[in-house]
């Protein structure tokens, strides 16, 4: 048995293709199928199955497109309600692909459908085991409760807490582990790991969910720990169930400069994946910044902070649109417009440019006046911990909803490390809000002079 990892880190989720040398099964693919064919191809074997542990909050699933591209069995859990053809599994059944037999086990919790699946290779003394956990059990915790409904989310961790201890109980202690979230996802909870891989034994004797022998005690310590998931979300499930197509990955002819500026008087999305910094200095009078790079929770933030189904225009260099592209279709953002050049003011020559000052802790230390409001958009439970003594928190997930509630006067915005405030000033920039962007790291602030609390 061998098992190829197929990471999304823009999503925190990861992907699976666990095969015999000669057929394979994928577990919880991604909607940009190519990686996953990709690696079958350089392991030479053939897609006979596809398995879902559930039908995904965070992400447009891969697994109805690839399984009809390989004529594989698409396994879906058949209490599930959906709207295409689909082999439905339940709990306790045995599935054979080549020399792996794959076993169903129900995993309520992270949702009520929520399945695993422990693989063994066919071999004389048993063979090796893998576990696939989805949602259930992660690397130093488990996943959320609260995405099905507020008033189940208790009963849900319940679930959670039996579950987990099952699913331990079908397999060896040496079985190798291998969640879908947990590597950054919103869809984890608790104290989640960062370690790259773990087993069955290892989580037993460290996950808080196995170690913590007071059921009630578990749940509410979860409880107390949950947090804002991506209002996407919402939308994630619903397409899941009604049989996601295939993502159109090209990038569009771009836009002209006259439609451009069309777009961006009348107030459309146009979105700047340049950084942060450079939008800051010079950009599109009513662009917004969400700056494209390694770590920055691009994907989530944009499904965020701006409101599903509007029209979208992606400004930046080629390679940055298309990956951009590519991330987005991942959560049901299809086919953006493009406006493909590295200058802004020569995509729309005739539309005026704009830039608002950035500075760091202290900058504010020195410039901030008493009139002055520091605007701190991280969550609420980040500001609690700690923040500037006199800051306003308004997360940047609901600054759209509470612009007009800010005070008349300049906004020093930050976050912990400059990103979210990036996509916190644009916005206020966009509204015509005076704004100066603190492009530090919230740990700096008292170091530099600024009263914390």
Known sequence: MDVVVIETPQLGDRSYLVHDGIVGLVIDPQRDTGRVEAAARAAGVRITHVA????????????????????????????????????????GQLIQVGRLTVKVVATPGHTHTHLSYVVREDGPDGGRQAVFSGGSLLY??????????????????????????????????????????????????????????????????????????????????LLENITAYPAYYAHMNPLNAEGPGPANLGVPDSVDAAELARRLRSGEWVVDLRHRVAFADSHLHGSVSFEYGSGSNFTSYLGWVIPWNQPLTLLGPLDEVEKAIRDLARIGIDSPDAAVGTEPGALAPDTPLAGYPHADWAGLVKDRTPDDVVLDVRRPDEFAASHVTGALNVP?????????????????VHCAT????????????????????????????????????
Request: aromatic share 6%.
């Open 52 to 91: 879902e542990t559930h039908l995904h909050n965070d992400y447009v699933t891969g697994g109805l497109i690839l399984a009809k591209e390989h004529g594989a069995q698409y396994l879906v859990n058949a209490a599930d309600a959906v709207a295409f053809h689909r082999v439905p599994v339940s709990d």
């Open 396 to 412: 940047v997930y609901d600054l759209l909803q509470h612009i007009t509630e800010l005070p008349e006067t300049r906004i020093w």
């Open 418 to 453: 400059g990103y979210r405030a990036s996509v916190a000033a644009s916005l206020l920039d966009r509204a015509g809000r005076d704004v100066v962007l603190i492009d530090a790291r919230f740990r700096d602030a008292a170091g530099a002079g600024v009263e914390t609390s």
């Open 140 to 221: 130093g915790s488990v996943g959320r409760t609260d995405l099905v409904a507020e008033a189940e989310t208790a009963g849900l961790a319940h679930e959670q807490y039996a579950s987990v201890r099952r699913l331990v109980s079908e397999a060896d202690p040496d079985a190798a582990l291998y969640p879908t979230h947990g590597f950054g996802s919103f869809c984890s909870i608790g104290p989640a790991s960062r370690i790259p891989a773990s087993t069955i034994g290892q989580q037993t004797c460290s996950n808080h969910a196995l170690t913590d022998p007071d059921e009630d005690h578990f749940v509410a310590e």
